[in-house]
T-cell receptor
Framework: DADVTQTPRNRITKTGKRIMLECSQT?????MYWYRQDPGLGLRLIYY???????NKGEISDGYSVSRQAQAKFSLSLESAIPNQTALYFC????????????FGPGTRLTVL | QKEVEQDPGPLSVPEGAIVSLNCTYS??????FMWYRQYSRKGPELLMY????GNKEDGRFTAQVDKSSKYISLFIRDSQPSDSATYLC???????????FGTGTSLTVIP
């Protein structure tokens, strides 16, 4: 089984709808992240969480919110989706201390019409 | 100015060629340097990880970090068609609070 899973893998929705993307991990990592990837812009950090009680805004948090339900679960919500939120969304995890690197999920392709 | 600059390519090479991928950065606080490989419709996967300056080799892959020039490189020897992917550089400061990614270089290795 994959260490970092994301659901759904693909989603098409309409402007104004509320959308939740979910991420689960079995790596036992404390830190979790949400990114979006756009052509020519690379990966941009939306939110990150260092533990269950810790939530931090990233570079592009406007229009998004997150919830860290447990160490292994981190969800991303679009309160009222708009077309420029059409992108590929990735969840990632890392551990505190030691080798400082991130492990990514397979991504969710979101299209907002 | 972006924290991390990476030439997007695309880069196309014949099988067996040596490939050089590069990133420059502006933040002297970066200590951790990574290269990720991303196949189409997949998440990035860690390829190489380096702390501070120096070289690291893993099979056909060599990562180099030159902190004095704020420049990192990934070399791929004897490139294979299976190396065709987008390569992302990433880096973070000591605290590891945030990772900064390049935009990625698209590589195609032609059989």
């Amino acid at each position: 089984d994959a260490d970092v899973t994301q659901t759904p893998r693909n989603r098409i929705t309409k402007t104004g709808k509320r959308i939740m993307l979910e991420c689960s991990q079995t790596k036992g990592h404390d830190r979790m992240y949400w990114y979006r990837q756009d052509p020519g812009l690379g990966l941009r950090l939306i939110y990150y969480s260092f533990d269950v009680k810790d939530i931090n805004k990233g570079e592009i948090s406007d229009g998004y919110s997150v919830s860290r339900q447990a160490q292994a679960k981190f969800s991303l919500s679009l309160e009222s989706a708009i077309p420029n939120q059409t992108a590929l969304y990735f969840c990632a995890t890392s551990r505190a201390g030691g080798e400082d690197t991130q492990y990514f999920g397979p991504g969710t392709r979101l299209t907002v019409l | 100015q972006k924290e991390v600059e990476q030439d997007p390519g695309p880069l196309s090479v014949p099988e067996g060629a040596i490939v050089s991928l590069n990133c420059t950065y502006s933040n002297s606080a970066f200590q951790y340097f990574m290269w990720y490989r991303q196949y189409s419709r997949k998440g990035p996967e860690l390829l190489m990880y380096t702390y501070s300056s120096g070289n690291k080799e893993d099979g056909r892959f060599t990562a180099q970090v030159d902190k004095s020039s704020k420049y990192i490189s990934l070399f791929i020897r004897d490139s294979q068609p299976s190396d065709s992917a987008t390569y992302l550089c990433a880096m973070s400061p000591n605290t590891g609070n945030q990772f900064y990614f390049g935009t990625g270089t698209s590589l195609t290795v032609i059989p």
